[in-house]
C-alpha cells in the first residue's frame, strides 16, 4: 500500500509543474465561471470575487507553511512529496492571490466610492500591501535568476519572514471573523482551525528538532517535573483561548487600546496589538518549557566534553 501510494505521488502531474497546472487550471476556471454569474458592474459582486479567490488561495498557503513541519514530525511518503513540492503549492497560492490582486485593483480603478466607503481601512491596506510585497519577492526568488540576487541567509530569511507574515495575514482574517463579526460561515471555521493546526505544527517541529539536537549533545535530556507540568498548563491553555477568542477579546481590548503611545501603531502597524496571536504565544511558551531541561543533564554533557577534549 505504501509503495502504491509513492507510485502515485511520483508521478508527473502531482509534481513541481504538474502539480501547479492541477491546482491553478480548476482554480482559474472557477474564477471565470463566477465572473459570469456575479454582476461586477457592482461593488458587492467585485468584493465576492475577492472574497472567493482568498478562499482558494487559504489552503496552499497553509500546506506550504506547515510541509517542513510535517516531514520532522511524520517522516513518509506523503509528507516528503509535500515538501519536495513545497514551492509549487506556494505558487499555486500566488497565482490564487494573482486573481485577488486583480478584483482589487478592479474595485480600486472602477469602483472606488464602494471601496472607500464600504471597504477601505488604513491598516488592512497596509497590511495587504506588504502581503502583496512579500509575496511577489518570494515569487522572484524561488526562480533561479531571481535567486541569484540574495545570498543564502537572505534568501532563507526572505522567505522565512514573508511565509509568517502571509500565514499570518490568512490567519487573523479567519480569528475575526469567528470572534469578532457575527455572520461566520462554515468555511471560516474550516480555515481558522487548520490555520492554527498549522501553526501548531509548526511549534511542535520547532520542540522536536531541539529535543533531537539535545540528545545529540547530552546523554541526559531529562525536562524537570514541574516544568513539564507547566508547559503542559500552557499549551492547553493556550489551546482553550485558541477556540474562545469571542469570551476574552473584549476584556483584552480594553487593557489593549486606547493609549497615547500606541496611537500610531493602531494606525499603522500590522497585526496591531496582536489580539489573535496572544493564545498562539501561551502555546509556544508551554512548547519552549518543555526545553527546561534538569540542569545536571547539562552538567553532565560539558563534563564528558571536557573529557573527551583532554
Given amino acids: 500500500m505504501s509503495n502504491d501510494l509513492n507510485q502515485v505521488l511520483k508521478s508527473r502531474a502531482l509534481n513541481k509543474w504538474g502539480l501547479f497546472w492541477v491546482v491553478t487550471a480548476p482554480i482559474s476556471l472557477a474564477m471565470v465561471i463566477a465572473m459570469s454569474v456575479e454582476d461586477l458592474s457592482k461593488g458587492s459582486g467585485v468584493s465576492s470575487m475577492i472574497q472567493l479567490s482568498v478562499r482558494c488561495a487559504v489552503p496552499w498557503l497553509y500546506i506550504a507553511f506547515a510541509a517542513s513541519s510535517l516531514q520532522v514530525l511524520f517522516p513518509g511518503h506523503f509528507s516528503r512529496w509535500l515538501l519536495r513540492n513545497r514551492k509549487y503549492f506556494g505558487m499555486c497560492f500566488a497565482a490564487a492571490m494573482a486573481w485577488q490582486g486583480l478584483f482589487i485593483l478592479w474595485m480600486v480603478t472602477l469602483h472606488t466610492d464602494y471601496y472607500v466607503n464600504e471597504v477601505y481601512v488604513l491598516r488592512d491596506a497596509i497590511e495587504g500591501v506588504g502581503g502583496y510585497a512579500f509575496l511577489f519577492a518570494m515569487t522572484v526568488t524561488s526562480f533561479p535568476k531571481g535567486r541569484r540576487l540574495l545570498n543564502a541567509r537572505q ?122 496571536f496572544l493564545s498562539l504565544a501561551v502555546i509556544l511558551l508551554g512548547v519552549a518549557l518543555l526545553r527546561a531541561g534538569n540542569p545536571a543533564a547539562g552538567q553532565t554533557a560539558a563534563a564528558d566534553r571536557a573529557r573527551a577534549a583532554s
Avoid: C
Fill in 155 to 276: 534568501w532563507r530569511m526572505l522567505h522565512l519572514s514573508g511565509i509568517y507574515f502571509l500565514w499570518a495575514y490568512a490567519f487573523s482574517v479567519y480569528w475575526w471573523s469567528l470572534f469578532y463579526y457575527s455572520n461566520p460561515v462554515p468555511l471560516d471555521y474550516i480555515y481558522y482551525v487548520a490555520g492554527l493546526a498549522a501553526w501548531v505544527l509548526r511549534a511542535a517541529a520547532w520542540h522536536v528538532k531541539r529535543a533531537r539536537a539535545a540528545a545529540r549533545e547530552s546523554r541526559q535530556a531529562s525536562v524537570h517535573p514541574l516544568a513539564r507540568f507547566a508547559a503542559g498548563a500552557l499549551v492547553g491553555a493556550g489551546l482553550i483561548a485558541a477556540a474562545m477568542g469571542a469570551s476574552w477579546r473584549g476584556t483584552a481590548e480594553q487593557y489593549l487600546y486606547g493609549y497615547a503611545l500606541t496611537e500610531a501603531p493602531e494606525l499603522y502597524l500590522p497585526y496591531w496589538p496582536f489580539e489573535p
